[in-house]
């Protein structure tokens, strides 16, 4: 797990626990995949008059 915390500060407070967390490469897909669609979104706008 990679994670940072702000400069001198010692712990950690979890608001609600989850069981699975999505490896790294889980997360680069899908941040990719949520990219293109709003691109295309993005897009589709520009395009209506």
Same mark, same amino acid.
């Given at each position: 797990m990679k994670y940072t $915390?702000? =400069?001198g500060q010692k712990? /950690? %407070?979890v608001s609600k626990y989850v069981?699975? $967390?999505p490896t #790294? !490469? =889980?997360l680069k897909t899908e941040l990719l995949? =949520? &990219?293109e669609l709003v691109e295309? #979104? %993005?897009s589709l706008k &520009? !395009? /209506?008059p």
């Open positions: $915390l702000p =400069e712990q /950690i %407070f069981p699975y $967390l #790294e !490469d =889980e995949r =949520e &990219k295309m #979104e %993005f &520009k !395009d /209506i």
